[in-house]
């Protein structure tokens, strides 16, 4: 099944901004699992898109919402 990538890039960004702007890698592997069928590989690619973007960054196991990442799901 082929995920939305559109949808899944900005439900993942609105899901870090609603937890306060990280989510530890497991966590939010889990949640892309679940709501957008995104597994391992899929998962992988957004999210090294969206760290390619400059929407997330990554450390100590976390994501992190950036300020273009916020932005970028303002309406």
């Given at each position: 099944?082929?995920?939305?990538?559109n949808?899944a890039?900005?439900?993942?960004?609105k899901?870090?901004?609603?937890?306060?702007?990280?989510v530890?890698?497991g966590?939010?592997?889990?949640?892309?699992?679940?709501?957008?069928?995104?597994?391992?590989q899929?998962?992988?690619?957004?999210?090294?898109?969206?760290v390619?973007?400059?929407l997330?960054?990554?450390?100590?196991?976390?994501f992190?919402?950036?300020d273009?990442?916020?932005?970028?799901?303002?309406?």
């Amino acid at each position: 099944m082929e995920i939305d990538q559109n949808a899944a890039r900005t439900g993942l960004l609105k899901h870090l901004d609603k937890k306060g702007g990280s989510v530890p890698m497991g966590l939010l592997h889990g949640y892309s699992k679940v709501a957008f069928q995104a597994a391992h590989q899929a998962f992988s690619q957004l999210m090294e898109g969206l760290v390619a973007d400059g929407l997330v960054t990554f450390s100590d196991d976390t994501f992190h919402i950036t300020d273009a990442g916020r932005a970028a799901i303002q309406p």
